[in-house]
């Protein structure tokens, strides 16, 4: 029997990510200030499971010149767009300099702008005059609003996300509010976090392909496996997505890091193939139901256990 390096070996377990330019599934990586080189590192080995590339925190403008530059061709290189926090274009409207901000976007080769609201004072016309008058400069459009988050409550939805999509925006960055008060680490805020998606995914469909959940620190992949379909996980678009945790993101998104409850792998990932037995019986695959596996290093294939 033909040997399989463990990749090929587990693929037939898992479901294929869609191929860039894709559009849902989507992952924006948050870059906090990563040096060039990882970053170079980061997208030759990962820049598959990228769409984009996003300069967090105002960081663009700490980065000299040839840096910037460098990094954008880089993104470029690996088709991963990359384009700077919202908060550099606030700035830029409190200095009334808006259409250079663009001008500057558009000379570093940079066609997407992202409008937020943290330092200025949008009223809902200026910000829907905003985003038309970039989207009409061919600018893609990113915007970001808030989800609140009180136990017992609904979920309250800022309806400026329905506006956001109406007027053109290709993203709604959401975040969920910390001021309610809730750890993101007890059992309610996981449960509630993947609740809230289902139920703002349902209330805006089929704009909801166009909204885009945080992920801001590793552990946050349980918020969204706890109590999740594999589907779901695999389909949803996730931004604020730390570089150095996309393996771990990608593993979660094909379901590997479903629920491992009673000492053993679920259904949702184990068993996809007619030759596999039922796992959630207890029953354990067959080894000659599979291809030999090759492990890295052992220079012989080894049966699949």
Not at 116 to 142: D, I, M
Request: glycine letters at 6%; charged letters at 20%; a negative charge.
């Amino acid at each position: 029997m033909e040997s399989l390096p463990w990749s090929a070996w587990f693929a037939a377990d898992y479901p294929n990510r869609a191929a860039k330019p894709r559009h849902s599934g989507v992952t924006v990586v948050a870059d906090d200030g990563i040096p060039l080189s990882i970053t170079r590192d980061i997208l030759q080995n990962y820049a598959a499971f990228i769409d984009y590339w996003k300069f967090d925190q105002g960081t663009a403008i700490v980065l000299s010149p040839n840096q910037l530059q460098t990094k954008v061709a880089l993104c470029k290189e690996y088709d991963v767009k990359a384009y700077p926090s919202g908060m550099l274009f606030e700035l830029a409207l409190l200095r009334q300099e808006a259409d250079e901000y663009l001008q500057a976007l558009k000379d570093a080769g940079i066609g997407i702008l992202e409008i937020t609201s943290r330092l200025h004072p949008w009223t809902v016309a200026e910000r829907h005059q905003a985003l038309r008058g970039a989207l009409e400069k061919g600018f893609e459009v990113h915007t970001e609003s808030y989800i609140s988050l009180i136990e017992g409550a609904s979920v309250q939805m800022d309806p400026l996300i329905r506006e956001d999509l109406m007027q053109g925006a290709q993203y709604v960055h959401l975040y969920f509010d910390a001021a309610d008060g809730a750890s993101w680490d007890d059992n309610w805020a996981c449960s509630r976090r993947i609740e809230t998606v289902i139920e703002v995914s349902e209330h805006l469909y089929p704009l909801s392909t166009r909204l885009s959940w945080p992920l801001a620190r590793p552990m946050d992949v349980s918020s969204y496996r706890h109590r999740s379909s594999q589907t779901l996980m695999a389909s949803l678009n996730l931004h604020s997505v730390p570089a150095l945790s996309l393996a771990a993101v990608e593993a979660a998104r094909r379901g590997l890091w479903q629920s491992v409850g009673k000492g053993r792998f679920e259904e949702s990932f184990y068993c996809r193939s007619d030759a596999l037995a039922d796992v959630s019986r207890g029953d354990v695959p067959s080894s000659s139901a599979r291809p030999k596996l090759w492990f890295p290093g052992s220079g012989q294939p080894h049966t699949a256990r």
